[in-house]
């Protein structure tokens, strides 16, 4: 069937299935599939389950085949015929509530529709996107369409830890040729940097003792200090002119917390404690490295230079924990890695850097870069189909510094499904989508899938 005579049908065809897709929205939102690992012999809980059963069970009522996975790591639901295969990556799990009198429209795992909007723990991240991108095929499966190429939903359960479950699908499950996940921003990211997670090591021979920041991937808004030369620490702070807060007990360096993708925006409170602990005298292995090669430099440039390319930007540097307890003095960074960049350049140049002051690289996590040229088939398809629908002629695909589903598989971008205009309300207190610009990106997954399979 013609595109110019199906194209036509899309929208009414989309509009009798809407109330569908909210309801099934609203259900799974309710499971609260927040990872609980082993719990009652499940990898990563009994509600992460509960939401791989109920999505596959909404897949099998709208016409899908599904299967699931023995052990409970992913499942997939799939449509159409042929050697080829279109995937669709998306992922059930979700992060905690958080604090819940912070919830000002509804409770995390009740959902509610207020002034158009749906509101709810999940609803943009990710299981929102992926329920949309799921009712687009079954217009397209209303409308009539053959697919000429199969198209498979595979759904992740613990996108939001470590990734186990695409890892284990990638170890014995067909891959797809091509596809999307709708677990970013559009037009569409044709470049992910890559991720390095490690942290740097060394004996303790000092007699502080410091525990500072929560993760790898958040600059620290808070280090604290509770040691010797208290008041030279405060007169130090005052005179480098960084934030601080203090009582009887503890002096809190102050910072501000950003995502590691985009450190620069971020103050790095670890960073700003290691500086004044020098400036009144004290070193250490940490210190020595942080104030010789760091400082607040969020690219590093003493220690890379200027790695950069023109696809994905800078090279970025977090350091987004510290410990000095008896035995250890340990730095966990976070590293952006542009998509051009050699991995093991980069180690080799952090690893003979951090060595010249007894600290030893050992890496906790690393994921590949992923980039896909703007000429390719699969990048042209999906901008053109995205530039059609919102008559958004200028925007192109753009690069990231995040991490999505498009690395676990080859010729995989992220695709959606937030707009430019859009707050990014993931991980937040009131997370929602808005449900007319949900229904465009419904509308756009429709075409794409649709030109896609052809």
Same mark, same amino acid.
């Given at each position: 069937?013609?595109?110019?005579?199906?194209?036509?049908?899309?929208?009414?065809?989309?509009?009798?299935?809407?109330?569908?897709?909210?309801?099934?929205? #609203?259900?799974?939102?309710?499971?609260?599939?927040?990872?609980?690992?082993?719990?009652?012999?499940?990898?990563?809980?009994?509600?992460?389950?509960?939401?791989? $059963?109920?999505?596959?069970?909404? /897949?099998?009522?709208?016409?899908? $085949?599904?299967?699931?996975?023995?052990?409970?790591?992913?499942?997939?639901?799939?449509?159409?015929?042929?050697?080829?295969?279109?995937?669709?990556?998306?992922?059930?799990?979700?992060?905690? &509530?958080?604090?819940? +009198?912070?919830?000002?429209?509804?409770?995390?795992? @009740?959902?509610?529709?207020? +002034?158009?909007? #749906?509101?709810?723990?999940?609803?943009?991240?990710?299981?929102?996107?992926?329920?949309?991108?799921?009712?687009?095929?079954?217009?397209?499966?209303?409308?009539?369409?053959?697919?000429?190429?199969?198209? $498979?939903?595979? !759904?992740?359960?613990?996108?939001?830890?470590?990734?186990? /479950? #695409?890892? $284990?699908? /990638?170890?014995?499950?067909?891959?797809?040729?091509?596809? !999307?996940?709708?677990?970013?921003?559009?037009?569409?990211?044709?470049?992910?940097?890559?991720?390095?997670?490690?942290?740097?090591?060394?004996?303790?021979? %000092?007699?502080?003792?410091?525990?500072?920041? *929560?993760?790898?991937?958040?600059? =620290?808004?808070?280090?604290?200090?509770?040691?010797?030369?208290?008041?030279?620490?405060?007169?130090?702070?005052?005179?480098?002119?960084?934030?601080?807060?203090?009582? +009887?007990?503890?002096?809190?360096?102050?910072?501000?917390?950003?995502?590691?993708?985009?450190?620069?925006?971020?103050?790095? &409170?670890?960073?700003?404690?290691?500086?004044?602990?020098? @400036?009144?005298?004290?070193?250490?292995?940490?210190i020595e490295f942080i104030n010789d090669l760091v400082k607040e430099d969020p690219f590093a440039t003493a220690i890379f230079g200027e790695c950069e390319d023109e696809a994905s930007g800078k090279l970025k540097f977090n350091v987004g924990k510290l410990e000095l307890n008896e035995e250890v003095e340990r730095l966990s960074i976070d590293i952006r890695i542009p998509v051009t960049a050699d991995k093991e350049e980069i180690v080799a140049k952090l690893s003979a850097a951090a060595a010249g002051y007894g600290l030893e690289y050992k890496e906790f996590d690393y994921l590949k870069s992923i980039y896909?040229?703007?000429? +390719? !088939?699969?990048?042209?398809?999906?901008?053109?189909?995205?530039?059609?629908?919102?008559?958004?002629?200028?925007?192109?695909?753009?690069?990231?510094?995040?991490?999505?589903?498009?690395?676990? #598989?080859?010729?995989?971008?992220?695709?959606?499904?937030?707009? =430019?205009?859009?707050?990014?309300?993931? *991980?937040? =207190?009131?997370? *929602?989508?808005?449900?007319?610009?949900?229904?465009?990106?419904?509308?756009?997954?429709?075409?794409?899938?649709? @030109?896609? %399979?052809?």
């Amino acid at each position: 069937m013609p595109m110019n005579n199906i194209s036509e049908s899309f929208i009414p065809e989309l509009r009798k299935i809407e109330s569908d897709f909210h309801q099934a929205l #609203m259900e799974l939102v309710k499971i609260p599939s927040v990872i609980n690992e082993g719990e009652d012999g499940f990898p990563f809980g009994r509600d992460i389950d509960r939401a791989l $059963r109920k999505t596959l069970e909404i /897949c099998e009522k709208l016409g899908f $085949r599904t299967f699931y996975d023995p052990k409970g790591y992913y499942g997939y639901a799939e449509i159409g015929a042929g050697k080829e295969m279109i995937g669709v990556l998306g992922h059930l799990d979700v992060v905690p &509530a958080g604090k819940l +009198d912070e919830w000002v429209e509804s409770s995390p795992f @009740q959902p509610a529709i207020k +002034d158009g909007k #749906m509101y709810g723990r999940g609803t943009q991240d990710d299981k929102g996107p992926t329920l949309s991108a799921l009712f687009a095929v079954k217009a397209l499966m209303n409308l009539g369409v053959i697919f000429k190429k199969r198209v $498979r939903f595979i !759904f992740g359960t613990d996108e939001e830890t470590l990734w186990r /479950c #695409m890892n $284990r699908y /990638c170890e014995i499950e067909e891959i797809p040729s091509m596809g !999307f996940t709708p677990d970013s921003v559009f037009p569409l990211v044709y470049a992910e940097k890559g991720l390095l997670q490690l942290t740097l090591e060394g004996r303790n021979e %000092t007699d502080l003792r410091i525990t500072g920041g *929560h993760a790898f991937n958040a600059v =620290p808004d808070t280090a604290r200090y509770g040691g010797p030369k208290f008041a030279e620490l405060q007169a130090a702070l005052d005179e480098l002119g960084f934030g601080y807060e203090t009582n +009887d007990l503890q002096i809190a360096v102050l910072g501000k917390s950003v995502h590691a993708q985009v450190t620069e925006k971020g103050i790095n &409170a670890i960073n700003r404690l290691l500086i004044a602990l020098k @400036q009144i005298g004290y070193t250490s292995k940490t210190i020595e490295f942080i104030n010789d090669l760091v400082k607040e430099d969020p690219f590093a440039t003493a220690i890379f230079g200027e790695c950069e390319d023109e696809a994905s930007g800078k090279l970025k540097f977090n350091v987004g924990k510290l410990e000095l307890n008896e035995e250890v003095e340990r730095l966990s960074i976070d590293i952006r890695i542009p998509v051009t960049a050699d991995k093991e350049e980069i180690v080799a140049k952090l690893s003979a850097a951090a060595a010249g002051y007894g600290l030893e690289y050992k890496e906790f996590d690393y994921l590949k870069s992923i980039y896909i040229p703007k000429d +390719d !088939f699969l990048i042209k398809t999906l901008i053109g189909v995205y530039q059609e629908v919102t008559g958004d002629m200028e925007s192109q695909p753009i690069s990231s510094g995040g991490a999505t589903y498009a690395r676990a #598989m080859d010729n995989f971008v992220a695709f959606g499904a937030v707009f =430019p205009n859009q707050t990014k309300t993931e *991980h937040q =207190p009131d997370e *929602h989508i808005e449900l007319e610009e949900m229904f465009k990106a419904m509308l756009i997954y429709a075409k794409a899938i649709y @030109q896609l %399979t052809r």
